[in-house]
């Protein structure tokens, strides 16, 4: 029998299994078992870092945390991989901005 990719991953739709996380101060909805990323690209956010030069917008590439496309301030941790990291409720998240040490002057 054919399952959905949401029975594959274990993800439980609709409440009470949904929670919420805030990213740049928005509500944003996930699952369980959902990563920051999956989440942020289901709300329709599509970049949550910019560049060191230039300041460009950068989100999810690889997917499997080898590009570093994904990196955020998760909990004021700064350059924590989105794909990988899962969404919890509470988290506060926040666009990364360049490398993401503003408070050591690199």
């Not at 919420?20 to 959902?34: E, I, L, M």
């Not at 999956?38 to 870092?49: H, K, M, Q, S, V």
């Not at 924590?80 to 988290?91: E, K, V």
């Amino acid at each position: 029998m054919a399952r959905t990719p949401a029975e594959l991953a274990g993800a439980q739709p609709g409440p009470p299994h949904e929670f919420a996380f805030t990213f740049d101060g928005r509500t944003v909805t996930a699952r369980p078992g959902q990563s920051v990323a999956a989440a942020l690209w289901a709300a329709g956010i599509l970049a949550w870092r910019t560049t060191r030069a230039g300041g460009r917008p950068r989100g999810v590439f690889c997917g499997i945390g080898q590009c570093h496309d994904c990196l955020a301030t998760v909990n004021d941790r700064p350059n924590r991989r989105t794909c990988l990291t899962p969404a919890r409720a509470g988290d506060v998240v926040t666009t990364q901005e360049g490398h993401g040490h503003d408070r050591h002057a690199v």
